[in-house]
Every structure is written in structure tokens, then in C-alpha cells.
């Protein structure tokens, strides 16, 4: 991996993952599963094993020609942020992928070194099988974390990022595989290969400025070149961690597809799901009319928009303040949190310092001062006319015993909303010539009998009538 370019023109000809491998070597030397028995796990079986007679579902309501897909996880530089995410997705949730809850869906079996029952070789069984092209179904693999110049490790007899161990290594003696041995081997025959979080689809923190671990992303890792065996390149679900939602919907959005019972759902130029990452986050942020009004968080705490305390939302491609973190629940600006920009490529390195007012805000926040200073004072005002019933305005009072230090709107403010009224109704197409302020003249009457009658339409006083206890006045 050390190499970057290997061809005339500076372009790569193998990808980064083919040269590690051309290092590394075939495999052919496996855990002997007779030997080692069934122990792993305190049930004495694995997972597959123990949620399969429930999971499975019969051939008559599995609608599609794949009964289940293997999905393997493994974790190159990562917090495991990814890992939580997912287990808190609710839509939908793991629990539902795992027992093919879905219809149309194929179950999905997992093999997490986290969230599996079994360990060590028992875990790994299912890899060896995936290598040697012995697996009961296809397999997609999933990456958490950023991918590292192994190669650098290897100089001082070291790894960054290890998941289990083989017996791969000098006469058969057992040797940490990382995380990017499994992906290079297991990648060219994977039905779809899946990068989760921003390690995994950008590099993320791990391949900050001044890292020592030449961290990369799975897209860096595989080359532009690279096809899952059913003609997909790398699918990429970012965020610092992604919303769970966001990654299992792209979950099931391929696993549709790779049943057969729709197209591939659309990805955009760096294989993120376009149906979630093609809006920024501030297009639907709870802030955004305070943006629009001109009005600014001094510091953490206030209500207003973030963005001169250091939001980053306006260049963006993030759908949390929509979706919300866990169950529409949460999710940065709708808590206070400014964007730091944690699902994008540049991330960390452009977004840094972080909580320092983005440059390229002043242009748009000093307009929309200026333009605040206005439409502001115009909004309340016709904020405090909308918030008047028309009896109110007739009788110069607000029933209200919340109301009582309230005063009526003066002369000028008075004849303002009228004036207001009248505008609104010169568009009312199908409006009567009735009066506009003389609708319930007899309820004004009953209430104030010195009030000048206002005579509807006609020149006549309505019928007279006792007033219903029930009626106001
Ligand atoms: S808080 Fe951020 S995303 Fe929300 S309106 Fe302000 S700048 Fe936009
Ligand atoms: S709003 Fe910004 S910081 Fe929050 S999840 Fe989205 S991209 Fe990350």
C-alpha cells in the first residue's frame, strides 16, 4: 500500500487492496473446526444456528429467490460509533433485518465481532468458508473505520487494525489478519461492499492531518475500478456516526435490489444514497428562519441559528435535522449542536477550527441582517394582528385573563391592520361585499348596546333574538 501510483501517467493500475494482496499471498491453510468442537459461544451454537429456526421463514411467504444474505462487518480505525448507530436504528430496526421481518426481504446473517454470541475461530468460520467459495448464500461486506498502510505496520513486525486470526502465517502458525487483509480478499466476491461512517467512506479522523497511520477510506482502499459481483461499486453511508436509519435503509434499499424486485436505488457521483444526501442539513434545519431574519446564536445555549458560533449546515450534505438521530428524535441543531460538517469528504481537516464562524458565512449572514432589519419588524406586526380574533378588533378587547397587562394596538398600529386586511382580501377572488369588520353585528349589540349599530348587507337590522347562554358576549 505504500505505493500510490504504479503506471506511467501517475494513475494506479492495480488498486491499493490487489498490491496488498500481492504481498500478502494466497491463503490456503484453515482452523481445524473438528479440533476446535462447538465451543465459542455459552449455547454451544452460533448465531446462524440459534436464530435460523425462527428466522426462517417458509417457501411460501418468502417472496423472492434469495432466502438470506451473509453480511460480514469487520472494523478497520474505529470508535465502534457505527456499530451503536446501527443498533439503535429503527426503520429498519437490525432486530428486523436479522429475522426477515421484512416481506420481500431476505434475512440477513451477521457476522459482528461485537454483537455475535461466538469468538475466536468459531467466529471465523464463516469467513474461511466466504474465501473459499463455500457459503450457503451471497455475502455483502460492511467496513467501520478507516483503512490503514498496513504495509507501514508490517515494517517494524506490527498491524493497526486487526480482526481475529488464521493460521496464515510461516508454517501455519497463527497471525493477526487486519481489517484490510479481509476486505482485499473478500471484496471481489461480495454481492455489494458497504462503507459505514466517515472512516470508512472519507478517512474521517483517523486520517487527519499529521496521522501516523496513512488512514484511508474503502473507496481509496478498492480503486475506482471496483465492482461487487453484482456490478455495484463502493456504497458509502457517511456521518461521525451515520444516522442508524440512514444505513439500514441503504441496507434494505440493495438488498431489494439484489432480490430482484427493483432497480439499484440512486447513488450519487461518490456512491452515497441521493435520496438522503441530496439536500443540505440547513434546507431543513429548525434554525433556518432565524438565518433568514438575521438573527444569531452568541453562544450554546441560545435559540437562534448557529451559524456564527460555528455551523457549518449551509454546505452540507447531512439529513439529521429532518430525520433526527434515533427515531426522530435528536439530531445536532435540534439540540443545540452545530454542524461540523462530520458527513463530508473534507471532514475533519476543512472543517477545522471547529466553532469558529465559517468564512464564506459573512456574506450571506451580513445580507440577511440587513434584510432581517426589515422583514422582521413587518412579521410581528402582522404576528400580532393574526393573533386577534375579529370580535376582538370589534370590541376594542381581548376576553382574556391572560391578557390583562395587554394593551390594544394604538391608532396607527389599528389602522395599519386594516389597512393589512385590505390588502389581503384584494386577491380573495370569491369573497361577498360583506363588511369586513361588521360580521356578528348583533353579538356587539348584546354586548355593548351603545355601540352604533353596524347594518349588514341591505340596510337591515337582523331579526331580534334572545342571546344564548352559550353564545359569547
Ligand atoms: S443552525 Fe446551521 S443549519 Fe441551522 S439555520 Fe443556522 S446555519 Fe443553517
Ligand atoms: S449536522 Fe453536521 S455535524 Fe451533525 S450529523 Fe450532520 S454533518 Fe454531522
Redesign the pocket.
Known sequence: MASRTNGDDGKLDRSLAEQFLDVLGPVDRWHDHEHIGDFGSPARVDMEQLLEPVAKAGPVSRLGPLEKVHAFWFAGMSCDGCSVAVTGAEKPSLEDLLMGAHPGLPRIVLHHPVLDLEGGPNFLRAHERAIKGELDAPYVIILEGSITDENKAMETGGFWASNGEEPWGKDGVERAVTANEWVARLAPGAAASIAIGTCATWGGIPSAQGNPTGAMSLMDFLGKDYRSTFGVPVVNVP??PPIGDNFNETVAAILYFLQGFGPLPEFDELGRPAWLFGET?HRHCVRGAYYEEGAYAEEFGDPECLVEIGCW?PV?N?N?TSRGAINHVGG??NVG?A?????MPGFPDKFTPFHKTPPGSRVSTTASRLLGSVIKPLRMYSNEHLNREVRWDIHGDVPSGWASEKSEPGALRGAGHKLYDKLRRTTDTGRQDNETWGKRTEWTQARDPELEPQLPRGGELPEEREVSSQEPG
Open positions: 456521518g461521525c442539513v449546515g452540507v447531512c439529521i445536532c441543531m449542536g454542524c461540523i460538517g462530520c458527513t
